[in-house]
């Protein structure tokens, strides 16, 4: 595989509804590529723009399959790999209705262009996230690759004069039996160019998968082992000069004097770099410029957020609770249940800002030249990327060239584009190309941060102590209307409310509502499990506090209300099997569990913590089941959960982002940590088989592991947590 070789296309974004009925024929166009090879054009419903009147022959794809002559397929990934399997799973699925082997497959990285490469899921937004590159590429590219299949059948069998019944594809080469003829793709591209596209095609059945539902080895592994894959902090152009900045220490702030001698004086140091609200040092390298940026003096002008405390924006959202929102969801009358109800139950959940802080940091190469803007970055959304990139150099898109690349970590925070915005800024003013990278300290205290969330919920409980009234109000940032404000409708968007909303609880009468409250002097943005990451924390650690009042077993509980979730009630069963529930467990010691519908996918969740005397929480072993629908690729379906389940335990453990005097006051793994190596749980995932489309998988892990360690924590001390991350002292034990 060649994970790199760079499309250098541009072209002009187009934004627009998902296709819908969109014809075989125009789903797939098929044309002669250089050499005498098969092009596939492949025209997934990605959108459906003006282009389509114009009649099939104009339509530009949305990604290429192309065969050439050595019989390697071409596929131009309209998604980014940053770690999620998606450079294995996509190819597995053309592969598997191609009828070739997987290492036949190269990808290239799709340029910007949402027209062509727009996700269907995301409203034809160039975009990777929301876990859903897989669902959204479920069904077309299996088409896509049926299509080719047939064509090239086709081919051999007019070339042989045979009828095509009596011939099939297989491992690479179409095979006519009763002749013993065969012959590869590569020596049958031209010829099925011109076959007619087919109106339908038959997918594959289940039973006869060959790759989709087997583990088959990561293409992108050999390439990260050996360390030749190609990360955006990689990219040496020619001539390239390495930068590191210093941003206002408070958003909003703005530089107000540098004294850069000490500065222009360190070996290696080539120029400084002053910008309305940064200073950059640009140098022959990293180490030169880092010294240059120590030995810089800046005063700055902290602006109008120069007293703000992370206190006053918690005060703001708790306000804000007290008084109705819009409404995201209601079903039958909870004012009259609740009245009626013999128990009620009420609290108050409070998550903290947190950073993304993802191994690769920040950094972005730029060129601006004479004739435009050339840009190399790892991004979750090229197509922002480019039009960043051509507004802060006053150009016109075509005029930018954007290389996308792997990127060490995404979760979220690249999907933003600031990034970028900072090294064209700094591009602008330095002759030759130049990578700008982030420090540490840089990238966590100008993060763009998960939102912080205050919520209000309570419950009616009838003499059984099951619940008959279910009401909850929570405030907090809305990324998406900031992000993708079409999507934020009469104050409600999909993201901020999943996981509140649509439980998978048989609950009689429910009514949630949002209030939209963005923070003064922090920007929010996008954080692996999104909605999902607040929501089912404080759905499922107040399930388990109304079961507590009930005193009923949390498993227990949670089954007797999801008669009507079959698939959550088998996850939920299943896991609480496998975890032991039920069984003993020594002192300090206890489980937690969590149920969970989000992402397309069906989660269960069971961790097993141990507390100790000081309050310190180990958790121990976690054990998750999971319907995700069809996996497609089982292995990467369990690295995903284990990799998510990692990740939420350090936020539950440990993630916080606090502002004192407008400042943020964590800078590294010091004072963010995460759970290390010598911390990591026994993680065992057991995937339920389904035949259902595949659900979505990288983000769901994230949701159900931090109400289950609080679950654990309340098991095994008594002691009920509404507050991340978790207090220590909160739970120390009386010397």
Not at 587 to 598: K, T, Y
Request: aromatic fraction near 6%.
């Amino acid at each position: 595989m060649t994970p790199d070789r760079i499309a250098s296309r541009a072209a002009a974004p187009h934004r627009s509804p998902p296709a819908h009925n969109v014809s075989r024929r125009r789903l797939l166009q098929v044309g002669a590529a250089a050499g005498g090879g098969l092009m596939l054009s492949l025209r997934l419903p990605f959108g459906n723009g003006p282009a389509e009147a114009a009649g099939a022959e104009t339509f530009a794809p949305n990604a290429f399959i192309r065969i050439e002559r050595d019989a390697r397929i071409a596929l131009v990934m309209p998604y980014v790999e940053m770690g999620q399997g998606t450079y294995t799973a996509i190819p597995m699925l053309i592969a598997e209705e191609l009828e070739v082997d997987l290492d036949q497959v190269r990808l290239e990285h799709a340029p910007p262009n949402p027209k062509l490469y727009g996700n269907p899921l995301l409203g034809g937004l160039q975009a990777t996230g929301n876990s859903n590159a897989i669902r959204a590429a479920w069904q077309p590219l299996r088409e896509a690759g049926a299509a080719a299949r047939t064509m090239l059948v086709a081919a051999a069998a007019k070339r042989w004069k045979v009828d095509s019944a009596s011939c099939r594809a297989e491992n690479g080469e179409v095979r006519h039996a009763a002749s013993g003829r065969s012959l590869d793709y590569g020596e049958l591209a031209a010829d099925a160019a011109q076959i007619p596209v087919p109106e339908r095609v038959v997918l594959k059945r289940r039973e006869d998968f060959k790759l989709i539902g087997t583990s088959a080895h990561r293409l992108d592994a050999p390439a990260k082992v050996n360390g030749t894959a190609v990360y955006g902090i990689d990219i040496r152009p020619p001539g390239v000069k390495i930068a590191t900045l210093a941003q206002s220490p408070v958003f909003g702030g703005r530089v107000k004097s540098v004294n850069d001698r000490a500065a222009r004086a360190v070996r290696g140091v080539r120029q400084i770099v002053r910008l309305d609200d940064a200073v950059a040092v640009v140098a022959d390298h990293m180490g030169a410029a880092k010294k240059g940026l120590a030995a810089l003096t800046i005063e700055w002008d902290d602006g109008p957020h120069a007293k703000l405390d992370v206190e006053e924006i918690v005060a703001e959202l708790d306000k804000a609770t007290q008084n109705p929102g819009p409404v995201a969801q209601d079903i039958g009358d909870v004012g009259k249940a609740m009245a009626s109800a013999v128990t009620k139950v009420e609290a108050a959940y409070e998550l903290p800002f947190l950073a993304h802080a993802a191994m690769e940091p920040m950094n972005c190469t730029v060129h601006v030249g004479k004739e435009g803007c050339e840009v190399w970055v790892g991004s979750q959304a090229v197509a922002r990327a480019q039009e960043a990139a051509a507004k802060t150099a006053g150009l016109p898109l075509d005029k930018v060239v954007v290389h996308n690349h792997l990127i060490g970590g995404g979760f979220g925070r690249r999907l933003e584009a600031d990034g970028v915005v900072r090294a064209v800024q700094i591009a602008m003013q330095v002759d030759g190309p130049i990578k700008v990278v982030w420090t540490r300290e840089e990238d966590i205290q100008h993060d763009m941060y998960r939102p912080y969330w205050f919520d209000r919920i309570s419950a009616g409980l009838d003499a059984k102590g099951m619940p008959v009234a279910w009401k909850h109000r929570f405030a907090g940032s809305s990324v998406i209307a900031r992000w993708a404000p079409p999507f934020f409708k009469n104050g409600l968007d999909p993201d901020t409310t999943e996981g509140a909303i649509d439980l998978v609880y048989a609950l009689p009468n429910l009514h949630v509502e949002y209030v939209q409250v963005e923070p003064p002097g922090i920007p929010t943005a996008f954080w692996r499990s999104v909605g999902p990451s607040h929501n089912v924390f404080v759905t499922e650690s107040f399930i388990d506090e109304l079961a507590a009042v009930a005193k009923q077993d949390a498993v227990a509980y949670r089954l007797a209300l999801l008669d009507s979730a079959p698939r959550a009630k088998a996850v939920l069963e299943l896991a609480a099997q496998k975890a032991g529930w039920g069984e003993p467990l020594p002192g300090g010691a206890g489980r937690g569990v969590s149920v969970q519908f989000v992402f397309g996918t069906y989660m269960a969740q069971v961790a097993e913590v141990e507390v100790s005397k000081d309050g310190s929480v180990r958790v121990r072993r976690v054990v998750c089941a999971v319907d995700c629908g069809t996996a497609v690729n089982p292995d990467i379906v369990r690295a995903q959960i284990e990799g998510a389940i990692v990740f939420g335990i350090s936020a539950a453990l440990y993630g916080k982002i606090t502002l004192k005097n407008g400042r943020v006051e964590q800078a590294n793994f010091d004072s963010y940590p995460v759970v290390r190596i010598n911390e990591a749980p026994a993680i065992e995932v057991h995937i339920v088989s389904s035949s259902a489309p595949p659900g979505g998988m990288g983000e769901a892990g994230t949701s159900a592991i931090m109400p289950a360690v609080v679950n654990a924590i309340f098991a095994a001390t008594g002691k009920r947590l509404r507050k991340l991350p978790v207090d220590s002292m909160a739970l120390k034990q009386p010397a």
